[in-house]
């Protein structure tokens, strides 16, 4: 152990059960800022890339936080980050960040701010290269002898090199005698490649002879010649190493020799550019990282030398200089110029420990305290135990997500629908099957708390519902001064909305500078999406929703409705959407049920809302609190599943469209790359059908165009209709097992976890891995797998499923666990205590299949598991054969 501890500048934690390795880490000024102070630019392999600029003026009160300069979450693992010119045409430097499939160029720009809180940076992607091979790492530097700018060398695990000059794909070659990839380093003096192969020998590969090489199409067998052009990869030059190595490093300071270091794990070697030895330093430790950096000495190489003991280790070649203590194990470890200091040792650790720190010669006084022999009070123990366990169950209950303030805010909103109609309707569409279409007037009040500037009212609702005028822009207001806006909402679209309700959005500044937001919310009359109408006896569609209170007079209730209606008993009501079926409600005259009937599954969603919304405002201006509801099912999960599947079918349908129309648009670029050739020929030659061809192909773009165009449209209203199926299933399963508001929205979330649907991640996907997590969560059998569920291993990222059977199984699963008791619940102790190691394995991404065992592990059949909650309609081939 050594007597001196590195001396701490500054020091961060990233994040929380993230994970980082060598790659990870990187100095340089890639802001261009033009100061010669570098930043700090670190990823993870959870995605998030971070880039520090510490300084000493700000270590006391702001930590870690006025050093960030960015944060941003990719959406895949970062394998690596350099800092280099990787843009043509431009001597400034910019950011590659390697992924498993992808290699992404960013340029980071920094912009003055004008309040406390500093200046802005952003990260712009600039290009990027899908890769069809699994990246291992990367190395950089002027292939070629090419100057001004770096090009990028990947290795992938299966072994091959591919090339990249900026935006461009430039080759690929396989190495010979591959098994695992090892590292890599480009050495700029003889422009070659330095790698260790799995026979634990150092190789060396000129540019020139990669180059020229047999083209990597498909992985060959290095024993047997290419039968096409090209010359077969061998190694200019090898050296035998007896042991794998960790790190390959190319000193290119002007005082150094020319040498090529590599960290072994037991040796360190450093060899000549023709691959001689030079001087092997043999180390009596696990080393972990290291980096050489310049010596005052001319002929010899300063490195830092990390390894598993907390130990920074400083050679000038095989001598040792210096030796300090580390609080943690470095995996990387940088030199970096930093403000007011250069020089400063940039390590990092595998769990996210990043620390800048200095030489020094402050001693370690650490010593053991004694140990306290009086013996422990376990009732006081327990009692704080309980205690500390109550603080816990609080905080795992409260699932907002910023912190509530006591201070006043600097405005209100407050939003009025009007309750009746607007004359003249204020609609796009004056009518819709000879229904004309109404509108409603909102107004908005807006005050103001202290001095206000540059506000701004953003007004959102769901369609196909639409607004006269969706944004509004506020003068500077003063202390209490009020501002009033007003606005109509009617439907615009051939189909009902999943939703009545609309979002007031106020974004403003604060008085010291400091951007804010302020929401608010409305509900649209059910008036403006549907007319009374006659009662319809014959409906497919069916829902018993029973009370424990005497049947009520929906003419009473629904009184907007009961002027035109022709039952005078109050007994049924209909209501006819302007753009979607007939529903029925129909109050039993006997019994305390209400029945809901519609040929429509979907469109019943908004009626059976508004009825149980209206049934608990009636009974609660009576004083009843003991007003109960319910709904005995059967669960209508067939009906449902009708809408789940017409969702899936437009989704599979736009991704064929998606292909078709990149099959044409490659055949139309190539007629026309033809037709240039034939046009530009000096000799004229036949057309051969070409024009014709082209007609035809750009004919079937406009029609597939046209086609994708209506089918996207048809997507959009499926989806709208799935939403509200969804939010008719979760309701029913509220009313059916009597759950809380916290468990309904937990529900809700999970069965609806997408407000729209994007060509990267659908619904069906993303409910289907968040109901795989209740199943194998808070609705799990086993509180033994309720505790390893987080432990497993993640499956693949999450894309469009092959059909939907997965899904309707899981949802089924889901009902039949609800309804045998399960608890929906975010808390970790709702069934078993989870252990933190457990929660940090969680791998994002994907789902593992769920196990439908019974108790007593035998499995299920589905007849008897989920058919109980399943309305089944008889087939039209045993009707023929009864009626035969």
């Not at 609609?427 to 807006?446: E, F, H, N, R």
Request: proline share 5%; charged share 20%.
């Amino acid at each position: 152990m050594s007597l001196f501890k590195a001396r701490d500048w500054w020091s961060a934690a990233l994040g929380e059960g993230e994970e980082f390795d060598q790659g990870c880490l990187c100095v340089g000024d890639v802001d261009n800022s033009g100061t010669g102070h570098d930043k700090i630019v670190v990823g993870s392999y959870m995605g998030m890339l971070r880039i520090f600029s510490p300084n000493a003026n700000k270590l006391s009160d702001g930590g870690m936080a006025d050093a960030q300069l960015l944060e941003v979450q990719l959406q895949n693992a970062i394998i690596q980050v350099e800092v280099g010119k990787f843009v043509s045409c431009s001597d400034l430097l910019h950011l590659a960040v390697l992924h498993p499939r992808k290699l992404s160029v960013y340029s980071v720009t920094g912009t003055s701010g004008n309040v406390e809180h500093g200046d802005q940076y952003q990260l712009k992607l600039v290009y990027e290269h899908n890769l069809q091979r699994t990246a291992c790492n990367m190395t950089y530097g002027t292939f070629g002898g090419v100057t001004g700018h770096h090009s990028l060398c990947i290795q992938s695990m299966d072994g091959m090199l591919m090339f990249f000059e900026q935006d461009s794909y430039s080759f690929g070659r396989f190495l010979p005698g591959f098994l695992l990839p090892g590292p890599l380093v480009y050495n700029p003096r003889t422009d070659s490649f330095l790698t260790v192969s799995s026979a634990r020998q150092l190789e060396g590969y000129k540019y020139e002879t990669l180059a020229v090489a047999t083209d990597a199409e498909s992985r060959q067998d290095s024993d047997l010649l290419p039968k096409t052009g090209g010359k077969r990869l061998t190694p200019d030059w090898t050296f035998v190493l007896g042991e794998q190595a960790l790190d390959i490093s190319v000193p290119s300071f002007s005082h150094s020799s020319s040498s090529i270091l590599v960290l072994g794990e037991r040796n360190l070697f450093c060899l000549r550019d023709n691959g001689q030895i030079r001087f092997m330093k043999k180390l009596e430790f696990n080393p972990s990282c290291f980096l050489p950096y310049i010596s005052v000495k001319d002929g010899t190489t300063n490195l830092l030398l990390g390894n598993h003991n907390n130990m920074l280790l400083v050679y000038q070649d095989v001598t040792l200089k210096w030796a300090a203590q580390l609080p943690l194990v470095p995996v990387a470890v940088r030199v970096a110029n930093l403000p007011e200091l250069k020089g400063v040792v940039v390590s990092l650790s595998s769990d996210g420990h990043l620390l800048c720190s200095y030489m020094g010669t402050d001693p370690s006084f650490f010593s053991t305290p004694k140990v306290d022999a009086r013996e422990a009070d376990y009732e006081q123990i327990d009692a704080e135990m309980k205690k500390l366990q109550k603080f816990i169950r609080e905080a795992t209950r409260t699932q907002d997500i910023l912190p509530k303030s006591d201070a006043v805010d600097d405005l209100s909103v407050k939003a009025t629908v009007s309750s009746c109609l607007d004359t003249p309707s204020q609609a796009l569409i004056q009518d819709i099957d000879g229904l004309p279409v109404p509108s409603v007037t909102v107004q908005v009040k807006v005050k103001a708390n202290s001095v206000l500037q540059s506000a701004k009212l953003s007004i959102c609702v769901q369609p196909p519902l639409a607004v006269t005028q969706d944004q509004f822009g506020l003068e500077p207001m003063g202390v209490g001064s009020t501002k009033e806006v007003a606005f109509s909402a009617f439907l615009n679209g051939q189909y009902p909305p999943a939703d009545l309700t609309g979002d007031i959005v106020m974004s403003y500044s604060a008085p010291t500078g400091v951007p804010r937001v302020l929401q608010s919310r409305f509900s649209l009359p059910l008036a403006l999406v549907c007319v009374p109408s006659s009662p319809a006896k014959n409906t497919k569609f069916k829902i018993t929703v029973d009370t424990n209170q005497p049947p009520v007079d929906l003419s009473s209730i629904f009184r907007e409705f009961s002027t035109k209606t022709e039952d005078k008993d109050g007994n049924s009501l209909a209501f006819q959407f302007l753009s979607g079926a007939k529903v029925t409600v129909l109050a039993s005259k006997t019994s305390q049920r209400y029945r809901i009937q519609s040929d429509s599954f979907e469109d019943m969603w908004l009626v059976v809302k508004e009825l149980v919304q209206r049934f608990d405002q009636h009974f609660s201006k009576l004083g009843i609190k003991d007003f109960k509801k319910s709904f005995s099912g059967p669960m209508p999960l067939q009906e449902y599943f009708l809408s789940v599947d017409n969702h899936f079918q437009l989704r599979v349908s736009a991704q064929q469209y998606q292909d078709l129309l990149s099959e044409r648009a490659v055949q139309f670029r190539a007629i026309q790359r033809r037709l240039l050739t034939r046009f530009k020929d000096k000799t004229p030659a036949p057309l051969q059908n070409l024009d014709k061809l082209l007609d035809a192909t750009y004919n079937q773009v406009i029609a597939l165009a046209e086609a994708a165009e209506e089918n996207r449209a048809l997507l959009e209203q499926a989806f709208v209709r799935l939403r509200s199926s969804t939010h008719l299933l979760v309701l029913l399963l509220s009313l059916w097992q009597g759950l809380t508001p916290d468990q309904t929205a937990i529900l809700e979330a999970t069965l609806l976890p997408l407000l729209q649907d994007t060509p990267q991640l659908g619904w069906e996907e993303s409910c289907d891995a968040a109901v795989s997590h209740l199943l194998r969560s808070c609705l799990s059998r086993s509180p033994k797998d309720q505790a390893t569920s987080l432990a497993q291993a993640g499956g693949p990222v999450l894309g469009l499923p092959q059909d939907t059977t997965r899904l309707k199984k899981h949802i089924a699963l889901l009902c039949d666990r609800i309804g045998k008791g399960g608890r929906l619940t975010l808390a970790s102790e709702a069934n078993v205590q989870i252990p933190a190691q457990i929660q940090n394995l969680a791998a994002p991404g994907g789902v593992e299949p769920i196990a439908e065992v019974s108790g007593d592990g035998e499995e299920l059949e589905p007849a008897q598991e989920m058919t109980k909650f399943i309305k089944k309609k008889p087939s039209k081939k045993v009707k023929k054969g009864r009626n035969m």
